[in-house]
T-cell receptor
Framework: SQKIEQNSEALNIQEGKTATLTCNYTNYSPAYLQWYRQDPGRGPVFLLLIRENEKEKRKERLKVTFDTTLKQSLFHITASQPADSATYLCALSIYNQGGKLIFGQGTELSVKP | NAGVTQTPKFQVLKTGQSMTLQCAQDMNHEYMSWYRQDPGMGLRLIHYSVGAGITDQGEVPNGYNVSRSTTEDFPLRLLSAAPSQTSVYFC???????????FGSGTQLSVL
């Protein structure tokens, strides 16, 4: 069956360190992959999108990699800050699916001062 | 610019009751969708629409109805609420051809 899995356990890191979150998928051939941030009681907010023919994408302190051979995406936050504490969701889009996204369950990140 | 607006924010229903969750967007987006979010399961697609008059089922459509009479509105109807429908519901929209979704702030629904 088709599955998307993210780090199931919460990730706790020290301020200033790099946080690395993992998104693995099976039995999909995604056209692109997205990462969202979700704060408690709020809707997800789009962060980054990476296409299947792209290896890496950057935006300020954020970096996403996409390895279609390993069927994995890594999401990095460099120089992390307590304000980065949130749940991060990865989502896949499949070709010819009309924009439907399939979401992972999310990874909770906590950055301690 | 309000973006995606969902009402109500909280709702408690009794088993068997019906209700409508409202979703409106003011960005003229063609694509709208409804997701439910349950602990440990992530967001699951219920129904979606690529334009007025066009709707289709997602992964978990049973027990829910939608219609899209205008570009702006995409209400989600629970026909006969069940405890299994206790969840947080999110509406999202995007312009066709742009893949990222814009989400509302959610409706927390409890069915007793």
């Amino acid at each position: 069956s088709q599955k998307i899995e993210q780090n199931s356990e919460a990730l706790n890191i020290q301020e200033g360190k790099t946080a690395t979150l993992t998104c693995n998928y099976t039995n999909y051939s995604p056209a692109y992959l997205q990462w969202y941030r979700q704060d408690p009681g709020r809707g997800p907010v789009f962060l980054l999108l990476i296409r299947e023919n792209e290896k890496e994408k950057r935006k300020e302190r954020l970096k996403v990699t996409f390895d279609t051979t390993l069927k994995q995406s890594l999401f990095h936050i460099t120089a992390s800050q307590p304000a980065d504490s949130a749940t991060y969701l990865c989502a896949l889009s499949i070709y010819n699916q009309g924009g439907k996204l399939i979401f992972g369950q999310g990874t909770e990140l906590s950055v301690k001062p | 610019n309000a973006g995606v607006t969902q009402t109500p924010k909280f709702q408690v229903l009794k088993t068997g009751q019906s209700m409508t969750l409202q979703c409106a967007q003011d960005m003229n987006h063609e694509y709208m969708s409804w997701y439910r979010q349950d602990p440990g399961m992530g967001l699951r697609l219920i129904h979606y629409s690529v334009g007025a008059g066009i709707t289709d089922q997602g992964e978990v459509p049973n027990g829910y109805n939608v219609s899209r009479s205008t570009t702006e509105d995409f209400p989600l109807r629970l026909l006969s609420a069940a405890p299994s429908q206790t969840s947080v519901y999110f509406c999202a929209s995007s312009p066709l051809g742009e893949e990222k979704l814009f989400f509302g702030s959610g409706t927390q629904l409890s069915v007793l």
